[in-house]
């Protein structure tokens, strides 16, 4: 794809994507979204709610939104894929309503379904719902504070670390009768780069949730330094420039994703980039509007913001 140096022609190509995508969408403004459950007057019991509704063609999602009936406040507005949620409520009465939409055009909501949550001292049907860090957390630092949404049933909660190094997976701490919704983890059990997989369940005196789970890549090894490719030192080039360069391999326990930040200034010693692009790929073409003498470079980073040193500089000479 290209990047125009030029604001005004890139909110005419961003205009110009909007129009056509408006095109292409299907209208489904008078369409409507049949809920199926929860429906009106029906009792739940637990802390959790899963909400379910007939999909629509042309729908790319669906925007779900809860309102606790005695503070009129809204407890979920969200956006997502699917037939179904399940999201963590509290006790109490709750109205729900569903809409569906695309890049284009949306329904109207449906008609409010109204529900009752009830709590129950039984924790067995029950989840504990994780906070942060979320799942599959990419980090380079060994010091995190996790969280957890409270049941209120439950007296205490068990945390359980279990890490991956190497293939192997063994438990590495655990933590019994915590009774906050909070839990740092620092330097003592985030040793060295590994996976680790967290676990809590809420417990009282009669039962206990299943373990809810999700994992932390813990990585602190800065990616290789990349090697430039084209346009190659000194080149003189058009408006329209390729640039393309390579990342080598990461030797690390854990191999976090790795993108690059793509630089370009008007002088050797970068103190004054006028372009700077996150780039997915390994290339990436400009369109410079104006003529004359520019340098740039590659670094890489990681999902962990794990960053390499910088690529070797290279000018080039737009004519």
């Known amino acids: 794809m290209r990047k125009l140096i030029n604001i005004s022609l890139v909110v005419f190509v961003g ?148 890490k991956t190094f190497r293939g192997n997976t063994g438990t590495e701490v655990q933590f019994l009768g915590i009774t906050n919704t909070n839990y740092t983890l620092d330097s003592s059990v985030l040793s060295e780069d590994a996976i680790y997989t967290w676990k809590v369940r809420g417990v009282n005196e009669n039962s206990s949730t299943k373990f809810t789970s999700r994992r932390i890549f813990l990585d602190t090894q800065n990616p290789n330094q990349p090697m430039l490719n084209l346009p190659n030192s000194d080149d003189t080039t058009t408006d329209i420039v390729n640039f393309s360069w390579s990342l080598g391999s990461d030797s690390g326990e854990i191999k976090s994703p790795v993108s690059s930040i793509l630089e370009v200034a008007i002088d050797n010693g970068f103190g004054n980039i006028i372009l700077t692009e996150n780039v997915d790929e390994n290339s990436k073409q400009i369109v410079f509007t104006s003529k004359g003498e520019y340098y740039w470079r590659v670094k890489a980073i990681d999902q962990a913001s794990n960053q390499s040193i910088p690529s070797e500089v290279r000018k080039l000479t737009v004519q």
Request: proline share 3%; charged share 20%; with cysteine.
């Open 15 to 162: 205009y110009f994507n909007v129009g056509c995508d408006d095109i292409f969408e299907e209208d489904i403004t008078n369409d409507f979204v049949n809920i199926t459950s929860p429906k009106n007057g029906i009792v739940l019991t637990g802390n959790s709610v899963q909400f379910r509704w007939d999909l629509i063609d042309g729908a790319n999602a669906y925007r779900v939104q809860v309102v606790e009936q005695f503070t009129q406040i809204r407890s979920l507005d969200s956006l997502v894929e699917g037939n179904s949620f399940t999201f963590g409520l509290n006790p109490g009465e709750y109205s729900w309503v569903v809409r569906a939409e695309n890049f284009a055009y949306e329904t109207a909501y449906s008609f409010p379904e109204l529900f009752t949550l009830v709590s129950s001292n039984d924790l067995s049907n029950q989840t504990v719902f994780l906070g942060f860090p979320s799942q599959d957390y990419y980090t380079n630092t060994d010091e995190i504070i996790l969280t957890w949404d409270e049941i209120q049933s439950a007296d205490s909660y068990n945390l359980e670390i279990d």
